[in-house]
């Protein structure tokens, strides 16, 4: 079992940084595939970013492509999505996931464990 609990988020104007954190339980974290998805009102979960369990892969949305940088520390047990260049079309609830093999994946159902999210808005 891994339990996931999300940090980091507010609100921040356009053009402003955000970094998320991504606190997991569970001594298995490190061999995990990890990602980060988001949901804005009125729409359907979406990827957003996802981690191989060593952190040596990765692989992003191309909407957020060359702004979001995901991240691992695995002696720490925890994921970061670092977020630059904030725009108004980024604001959602964002989420934490993990998968139960080590490699990265951008598909909703390939993920176990789901934290509760932390709210990001951008504002213009």
């Known amino acids: 079992q891994v339990q996931l609990v999300e940090s980091g988020g507010g609100l921040v104007q356009a053009g402003d940084s955000l970094r998320l954190s991504c606190a997991a339980s569970?001594?298995?974290?490190?061999?995990?595939?990890m990602g980060w998805f988001r949901q804005a009102p009125g729409k359907e979960r979406e990827f957003v970013a996802t981690?191989?369990?060593?952190?040596?892969?990765?692989y992003y949305a191309d909407s957020v492509k060359d702004r979001f940088t995901i991240s691992r520390d695995n002696a720490k047990n925890t994921v970061f999505l670092q977020m630059n260049s904030l725009k108004p079309e980024d604001t959602a609830v964002y989420y934490c996931?993990?998968?139960?093999?080590?490699?990265?994946?951008?598909?909703?159902?390939?993920?176990?464990?789901w934290g509760q999210g932390t709210q990001v808005t951008v504002s213009s």
């Open positions: 996931a993990a998968r139960t093999v080590p490699h990265r994946s951008g598909v909703t159902s390939e993920y176990a464990y």
């Open positions: 569970g001594r298995t974290f490190s061999r995990y595939g």
């Open positions: 981690i191989s369990w060593s952190g040596g892969s990765t």
